[in-house]
């Protein structure tokens, strides 16, 4: 287990309890784990805690997880990003 003082901090944000769930799970020997289940609730929590990744969701309601990075990269530049999905669209 990694100390909590070298812990990064990171944001799962997925619109599926059961995923964001087992993400957390996986994750959370090894980082603070902070949980969203829309783009909306992840920028409103990013506001409020100091996040240092984001896992995002491709697939969800309203904005999708590619909307959401594209917000955070011009708000929150220095934090790092990905998409993850089981069934990515063509285009990714």
Do not use: F, Q
């Amino acid at each position: 287990m990694v100390p909590p003082v070298a812990m990064k901090t990171v944001l799962v944000v997925d619109d599926e309890k059961a995923i964001r769930t087992a993400m957390s799970r996986a994750l959370r020997d090894h980082c603070h784990v902070l949980v969203a289940d829309s783009a909306e609730d992840a920028l409103s929590r990013m506001r409020a805690e100091r996040v240092d990744i984001v896992l995002a969701d491709y697939s969800m309601p309203g904005a999708t997880g590619e909307d959401l990075l594209r917000a955070m990269w011009r708000a929150y530049p220095g934090v790092r990003r990905a998409l993850v999905s089981g069934t990515p669209p063509d285009h990714i």
